[in-house]
């Protein structure tokens, strides 16, 4: 233990006035000072964290006004939802230039992908797994936070001579990813590409795009980075395989999905590329990366991760949990604290073989299908439940969508229309835009929409893609 810490109060870096060279320091020291270090850090940011929330933000003023003065240990803080947040939206956010409605008129128009609003703050949407739509404005003191742990993530990734092979690349990135949204990742993508730097080394490459034409893109940009979805990866890994797909990028980062054992080693042979995955949201970008070993660690300085049980009981080590409870200890705009985050996770009960001191878990509930249809000439048609997904996103007027594969040529979809929304207009605009995608795939998938809206599983979420089941197998097989 290093002296001086333990349970005493380390000094807080404020991330609201911390550089981000300071920030990378911080993130150097906390790492090497080990497990005692890092807990430490992480109750002294918690109670800040709480602190801030409780004198600047109505709904946890409220929420919170039967707790100590002090809260160290996040388990004390009742769970907030996506649904609360999104409800109580205006009272959450702690900057009075903020609303609901200027951040909704600020997403309506994709030209401010990007584009800092109220002079300061990234926003970014999504819908995630649990279904409801989400608005989250990200604050620069986050965005610094980003860049000390992005900085940790490719220390531990790159090998000695990985660096000199993106210089000498060009250190040109492709980002492989939604477009025509405020998506995280766009947003991300759009600023990088407004620097100098940025603007010639960075490009976005669509995910809706069908596979050949997005091959011939990146055999044109040849990147030295290549950051898809995860399944994404996986794609362009047979593309690569099959001769088609010319790069030769030195890492291929992951994001966002889950992958099959074996897949990683996989995309990482086919490109010879050093592969890392992470694991993060639009709530707390930063949350972890992933290890030589397959273990995902924890920036535990900057989050609290909670995996627990259907009742919010914690979950012991080395058990699958319900669900995971996040506390976002960077950002102050939008207090993200205690969050159900709605993830299926399972942590490390003993320290990892690679050394890194961060606690190590595995995700269960990001794994995703892909949707396999059949071409005229009868060749199989891939296509992931990002690029679905995310295009019914953008499209007014939809709470949720849930799109199911019913035969090999066809889908049913399932909306639930916003208050207020014109839900057969809703309906006309999701059959024009999957029609217009899969004729640009070469597919002619039937598309029927369904009676009654999108249905959460048992566990109460919302599988939003649903791909064809496969064919049982007869008895005995």
Sequence with gaps: M?????????PVVDPGAASTPRLL????????????????????????????ARGHSPYYRELYAGLPERVEDASLLPVTTKATLMGRF????????????GVEDFVADPANI???????????????????????????ATMSVVNAMAARMITNWLRPNDGARIIAGGARMAMVTAAGGHFASAAAAARLRRSRRGARRVRLFAVQTPLPEL?????????????????????????????????????VALAAEGLAPGEQQRIAAAFGAKVGNSYAATECPFLSYSCTHGWLHVNADWVVVEPVDAQYRPTAPGEQSHTVLITNLANRIQPILRYDLGDSVLARPDPCECGNPLPALRVQGRSADVLTFTSP???????TPLTLSALVERIPGIEVAQIVQTTPAALRVHLQPTAGADSDQAWRQVSTELTALFAAHGLEVALERGDDPPRP?????????????????PPGA
């Design 457 to 473: 599983s048992a566990g109460g979420k919302y599988r939003l893609v649903q791909p064809l089941p496969p064919p049982s197998l």
């Design 114 to 140: 990007g584009v800092d609003f109220a002079g300061s703050y990234t926003v970014a949407t999504t819908s995630g797994t649990t279904g409801t739509r989400g608005l989250f404005v990200i604050d620069g």
């Design 90 to 101: 205006d009272d959450v956010i702690t900057d009075a230039r903020v609303s609901r409605q």
């Design 2 to 10: 290093a002296p001086g810490l333990g349970r005493s109060r380390p």
């Design 377 to 383: 000439d009868g060749s199989a048609v891939t296509i």
């Design 215 to 251: 091959v011939a893109q990146l055999n044109d940009f040849r990147p030295a980075i290549l950051a898809p979805y995860a399944t994404t990866a996986a794609l362009l890994a047979t593309e690569a395989e099959a001769g088609r797909l010319h790069i030769s990028p030195a890492l």
């Design 25 to 52: 320091l911080d993130a150097r020291r906390t790492y090497r000072g080990g497990r005692e270090v890092i807990a430490a850090w992480q109750r002294a940011r918690l109670a800040a964290a709480v602190a801030f």
